[in-house]
């Protein structure tokens, strides 16, 4: 997950929490045709309890499962 997508600020999200995600949304870093319904669900899912989203390709489960990869998002 990355923030200033194709630009040059672009910079990648190893961890947040909901609240920068929410204000990231806020500010339209997530586009609906884009990374827009991955981060409402995984917003969605840790306001109604849960407690940790990691954001990955499935290729990359490995690696993002072992910390190398991947956005975890957290409470």
């Known amino acids: 997950v990355a923030v ?3 630009t040059p600020a ?3 999200l190893l961890e947040i929490d ?3 995600l929410r ?3 806020a500010a339209g870093e997530f586009p609906a045709g884009s990374m827009g ?3 409402e ?3 969605r899912f840790l306001e109604r309890g849960g407690k940790e989203v990691l954001v990955c ?3 990359n489960l490995n690696d993002a499962l072992n910390g190398a990869g ?3 998002i957290v409470l």
Do not use: I, V, Y
Request: aromatic share 4%; net charge positive.
């Open 37 to 39: 319904p991955k981060m």
């Open 4 to 6: 200033g997508w194709g």
């Open 23 to 25: 204000q990231h949304q």
């Open 10 to 12: 672009q910079r990648e």
């Open 70 to 72: 991947g956005t975890r």
């Open 41 to 43: 669900a995984a917003a």
């Open 57 to 59: 390709a499935p290729e």
């Open 18 to 20: 909901l609240t920068t």
